[in-house]
C-alpha cells in the first residue's frame, strides 16, 4: 500500500524536501541553501533490468519503466537523514534509499532486495537521480581527465555547447544521449573523474562525487528545463556489472554525495571538501599530519640497500621528516622484481646486515619505519601464486586474470584475506612497522566472475572486501598509517580514502608538470591528504628546486630525493620547506581550496592555488613555468606575505579589492599568505 511522502530535512543553512503524493513515485522535490534552489523536483530512484528499461527511448539512466512504478511505503526520518522505502508491485522489487544531510550537502545510497517470486536482473541503479534549478544556458561544466602522469586536468565547458538544444521538446521526446564519463576497470580515476561541478553565476551551483573504487559512471541531459544528473555505477553498459538478485537477496548501490553552493564553480569545490571530511573517521596517529620521505621518487626507484639508504636515512632525519619509508625491491634479491610480488617477506642478502639494521637507523634518525607493498598482486614467480586456492584470485571464463606476470588477488575469498593478514602482522611484529604505502600497479580489466557474478559486480564485491580489510587492519593495528598510492592515484576515490591517510597525488617524475598537479590535486583529494612528491636533485636551478617544494607544501608534504647530495644551500632551502610545512599542516585540516586565476591547465605557465580558512585567510602557492613575467592580479585578498623561500623575496602590493603578485620568469615558485579578504 503506497502512503503519500513529505518529508523535511534541514543541516543549518541546506534543507531538503522529499515528496510523493501516494500514487507517484519518491521525489526529491527540493533543495535549498539559505533558500536559493539547487533543484527542480524529480524522481530520486531510477531501476534499469535485463527485461524493461525506459518507458520512452533514450540512452540515459533517467525515465525508467520499474522506476516509474516505485510506491513509497515505509518512511523513517531521524533528524537530518531519512529512509524511505518503495515498492514495484509488478517485479516484488524494494528499493530502500538513505539520505543524509551534511554540512556541504546531501549523501544518498539505495538498497534493493527482491521481495518477488522471481529471479530480477538489474543492470543499473543510480545513485543521484537530480534536475537542477538551473538551465542549461546559465550552467558550466568542470570536469576532469586524470591518467597516469596526467591527473586532475581540468577543463570548463559550457553546458549549451555540451547539450545543445536538439528540439527534443518539440517531438515529446526526452533527451537520448546527453553528456558523460565512465570509469573503465579497476582503476577508477585512471582516466576520467567521479566527481564535477556545475556552477553558475546566477543560482546555486551543484557538485557530486561517487564513492566507487569500482566501475561509475556520470552523465548530463536536458530535461524539464533544467539538466538531468545521473550519477553512480557500476553499471552493466559501461561496466560489465549486471546482478541477479534471486528471491530474498538485497544489493547496496555506491554511495555518492550532492553538495551545493552559492558561491559558484570554488564554492562547490568547497563544500565537496566539507563533504569529504564528514566521511572519515580521522584515528589519533594521523592528527600530526607527520612528513614522510620515500625513497623512490627519482631517487632508488625500487633498488635499495643498506650502503644506498644509510645516507638518504640520515638526510632525512637531518632535513626534519618524521617517517621513513623503504619503497618497492626491499623482499627480493632481483633487480627485475615485477613478477616475484606477493609474499612480502624480507630479502635474506639484499640489505647488509638485514633489513632490520636499515630499520634501527630509521628510528635512530628520529624517524618512524615504513614500507611499499602491493596486496592485491601475486607475481607468477612468487611462492603465493601456487599456495592460494585458485577461487582467490581473479578469474574470467574458469581462467586467471594476468597482466603483467601478475595475478590478482580477489579479498572475498577468506584464504586471501589471511595471506595479507599474516605478512602484515610478521612486518609490525618484525620490524615495528609503523606506514604502510599500497601500491597498485595492474589494472585487472572489468573484474572477476568467480562465485557467477557478472565481471563488474564482482570487482566491485572485492573493493568493498578491500576496504573491510583496511578498516580491520587499522583496528588490529592503530599505530599504522596507511597510503593509498594506487600506482599514483589511479583509484583516489573516497570509498578508500574514507579510510585510508595519505594519498601520493602522481607519478610524475617532471616537477615542471608535478606543479599543475599538485595545483589541482584538492579539487579530487582533501589538501591534508593530497601527498605531493616535493624530489629535490643536486642537478636543479634554484628556481626548479622551489617549484617541487611549493608543490610539497600545495599540499600534504612528500619528500623524496638525493637530499645528501645537495649543495648546503640547497639542503638549507629543504630544511626550511620542511618547516614551512609542519607550520603549515595545522591549517590542512580545515582549509578549503580554490583558484584565483581559474583551474589549472597543464600548460599553463602561471598556476595559482589557494587554501582558504573560515576566518577568510589564505595561503597561495603560485608557481611560473613561463619564460616572462606577469603581475598576478590576486581578487579580493588584502595585504599578502611570502611565507616561502625566506631570501628570495617576489615583489608585491595592495590594493582596495586585490592584491598584486609580481611573478617572476620560470621556473620560479613562492607560497603566501593573506591575513582575510580586502576590506
Known sequence: MSIPVDVVLSCGALRAVLGASGDTPLELRSLTLDGAEAVRPHPLVEVLTASERHERMTLGYRGTTVGARLRPTVVEKSGAA????????????????????????????????????????????????????AEPAQLTLASGRSEWLGEGRWREDAVADLLPELGFAAVAQPDRTGFGQSSAGGWPTGSVLPVAVLSTADAVSIGWQIESSAGWQWSLSRGDGGVVLSAGGPTEREHQAAVRLRPGDTFETVAAGLVVSDSGRDGAFAALTRHRRGLREVREIERSLPIVYNDYMNTLMGQPNTERLLPLIAAAGEAGAEYFCI?????????????????????????????????????????????????????????????LP??????????????????????????????????????????????????????????????GLAPGHGLLAHTRALRDWLVALQRRHPQLLIENCASGAMRSDYHLLAVTHLQSTSDQQDALRYAAIAASAPATILPEQAGNWAYPAAAMSQGELDVTLVSGLAGRFYLSGFLNELSADA???????????????????????FWPIGMPGWDDDILCLGLRQEDGSAVFCVWSRGTEGVDLVLPDVGAITQIFPSGAAWRTSAADDHAVVTVPAGPAAAVFRSEGAAS
Open 390 to 451: 585458485a577461487d582467490a584470485f581473479f578469474q574470467r571464463y574458469g581462467a586467471a586474470v594476468v597482466e603483467q606476470r601478475r595475478r590478482h588477488l580477489d579479498l572475498r575469498h577468506p584464504a586471501a584475506v589471511a595471506h595479507l593478514d599474516a605478512a602484515v602482522d610478521h612486518l609490525v611484529a618484525a620490524f615495528g612497522i609503523e606506514y604502510l604505502k599500497l601500491d597498485y600497479n595492474i589494472e585487472p580489466g572489468s573484474g572477476t566472475d568467480v562465485g
Open 327 to 387: 619503497d618497492a625491491g626491499w623482499f627480493t634479491e632481483s633487480t627485475d622484481y615485477w613478477s616475484e610480488v606477493g609474499e612480502w617477506r624480507e630479502a635474506p642478502t639484499r640489505f647488509d646486515g638485514g633489513l632490520g639494521r636499515v630499520i634501527a637507523a630509521i628510528r635512530d634518525a628520529g624517524m618512524r619505519p615504513g614500507l611499499w607493498i602491493e596486496p592485491e598482486s601475486v607475481g607468477l614467480d612468487s611462492p603465493v601464486a601456487g599456495a
Open 571 to 593: 639542503f638549507a632551502r629543504v630544511q626550511e620547506a620542511v618547516a614551512t610545512a609542519k607550520t603549515l599542516r595545522g591549517n590542512l585540516v580545515t582549509a578549503t581550496p
Open 82 to 133: 531519512a529512509v524511505v522505502t518503495q515498492t514495484d508491485q509488478v517485479t516484488g522489487l524494494s528499493v530502500r534509499t538513505r539520505l543524509a544531510l551534511d554540512g556541504g550537502g546531501l549523501r544518498l545510497s539505495h538498497e534493493l532486495r527482491n521481495d518477488g517470486a522471481e529471479d530480477v536482473v538489474v543492470f543499473a541503479v543510480p545513485t543521484l537521480s537530480v534536475s537542477t534549478a
